[in-house]
């Protein structure tokens, strides 16, 4: 259980140099607060989870790249996610459109080896089951 999230809410990734905030699209048209609400389904880089900044993870390949050239020093490269799975856990008892509710405790895993964290919700008052 845990604060509904919404268009808005801010996230920071744990390789990331600065947080992004949301977005969420209106299509299942379930509006928490005034803002479209988020499912674990909206993971999608660039529509609804925007760069962190600058990516420090030697994971990635433009890091590692970077990081060799300039003979080991690490050489932080411009944040492009890559989100293979959905966020987890959603709401198991809330679904938006058929799909689990994204609340405050869930959390996203980059391929790059990062963590994505949300840090405040977009909703301060509605939650979820």
Known sequence: MGLNVATGA????SFGAAPSSLAFLPTPRVMV?????????DFVPMVNVPP???CMSLAN??????TAAALGVLTPMPCVPVLPAPWKPGAPKTLIG????LV???TCQCAWGGVVTITYPG???????
């Open 10 to 13: 801010m996230a920071m990734c």
């Open 33 to 41: 607060e005034g803002k479209p609400a988020g499912t674990i389904m």
């Open 52 to 54: 962190f900044g600058m």
């Open 61 to 66: 390949p433009t890091v590692a790249g970077a």
């Open 98 to 101: 058929g799909k689990p509710a």
């Open 104 to 106: 405050s405790g869930s």
């Open 123 to 129: 909703a301060v008052s509605t939650m979820s089951s």
